[in-house]
């Protein structure tokens, strides 16, 4: 058997001691000096990313509170864009139905910029799945009503075959932009966290009533409602 030196420890009394255990223990020296490095230098990169997401955090919801509160004056915006493109088709839609379309050209609405550039910012803003959504497909409705009023500006006199029902469709369109927009003025206003997903007919004829168009001067556009309602669609555009 061979024979073995003990480890023996003992507490140093003098520094030639204190230096040889320092010299015949220097790698675990070491390691345990690097290891506490380590850990130190870990807990304060932790440290800074706490503090680098609370910062985030916080400028979110700056942001979020920033535009939610300018949301009012946005919805506002886009309400009277839906309503002044219902009253031009409305007037056109008249021009048609009694033989004046010759010489009238529709000029669409252009959409309110400034209040698309805050939609937009409202969307990056928010993470409710509902606001989100609704404000979406406002600006869809908004984007293929644009491009709808563009065609009907460029019909001629001959080519009025299914123009009032295309001008239906495309009030229902406005009426939809309004009620969206009312749909989020609780919202909007800090009055209620809530946002519907959907606009529902009541809130569609209720924005038809509110841009002028009544049943009585438009039969037609509410028969269209009313048979696009009793096929279980919505307002909004598929």
Same mark, same amino acid.
């Given at each position: 058997?061979?024979?073995?030196?003990?480890?023996?420890?003992?507490?140093?009394?003098?520094?030639?001691?204190?230096?040889?255990?320092?010299?015949?223990?220097?790698?675990?020296?070491?390691?345990?000096?690097?290891?506490?490095?380590?850990?130190?230098? @870990?807990? #304060?990169?932790?440290?800074?990313?706490?503090? *680098? $997401?609370?910062?985030? =955090?916080?400028? /979110?919801?700056?942001?979020? %509170?920033?535009?939610?509160?300018?949301?009012?004056?946005?919805?506002?915006?886009?309400?009277n864009y839906a309503t002044d493109?219902?009253?031009?088709?409305?007037?056109?839609?008249?021009?048609?139905?009694?033989?004046?379309?010759? @010489?009238? #050209?529709?000029?669409?609405?252009?959409?309110? *910029? $400034?209040?698309?550039? =805050?939609?937009? /910012?409202?969307?990056?803003? %928010?993470?409710?799945?509902?606001?989100?959504?609704?404000?979406?497909?406002?600006?869809?409705?908004?984007?293929?009503?644009?491009?709808?009023?563009?065609?009907?500006?460029?019909?001629?006199?001959?080519?009025?075959?299914?123009?009032?029902?295309?001008?239906?469709?495309?009030?229902?369109?406005?009426?939809?932009?309004? =009620?969206?927009?009312?749909?989020?003025?609780?919202?909007?206003?800090?009055?209620?966290?809530?946002v519907d997903e959907t606009v529902?007919?009541?809130g569609a004829y209720n924005a038809?009533?509110?841009?002028?168009?009544?049943?009585?001067?438009?039969?037609?556009?509410?028969?269209?409602?009313?048979?696009?309602?009793?096929?279980?669609?919505?307002?909004?555009?598929?």
């Amino acid at each position: 058997m061979v024979a073995t030196t003990p480890i023996v420890w003992h507490v140093c009394r003098n520094v030639d001691c204190a230096i040889t255990a320092l010299y015949d223990w220097q790698t675990l020296v070491g390691s345990l000096i690097a290891l506490g490095a380590a850990v130190w230098a @870990g807990r #304060l990169v932790l440290k800074q990313i706490r503090q *680098s $997401d609370v910062q985030e =955090a916080t400028r /979110r919801q700056q942001r979020f %509170t920033a535009a939610r509160s300018t949301l009012p004056l946005t919805l506002s915006a886009m309400a009277n864009y839906a309503t002044d493109t219902a009253h031009r088709l409305k007037t056109f839609k008249w021009a048609v139905e009694r033989d004046h379309l010759q @010489g009238l #050209l529709l000029e669409p609405v252009p959409p309110p *910029s $400034d209040a698309i550039a =805050a939609l937009e /910012r409202m969307i990056e803003a %928010t993470d409710d799945p509902n606001v989100t959504k609704m404000l979406r497909k406002m600006l869809s409705e908004v984007q293929l009503l644009q491009s709808r009023s563009a065609e009907l500006g460029r019909v001629n006199f001959g080519e009025r075959v299914g123009v009032p029902h295309n001008v239906d469709v495309y009030i229902l369109q406005c009426a939809t932009i309004y =009620a969206q927009a009312s749909a989020l003025f609780d919202f909007a206003r800090f009055a209620n966290d809530d946002v519907d997903e959907t606009v529902t007919w009541a809130g569609a004829y209720n924005a038809l009533n509110v841009m002028g168009i009544r049943d009585l001067e438009f039969p037609a556009l509410y028969e269209f409602c009313r048979n696009v309602q009793a096929n279980g669609n919505g307002p909004e555009s598929p």
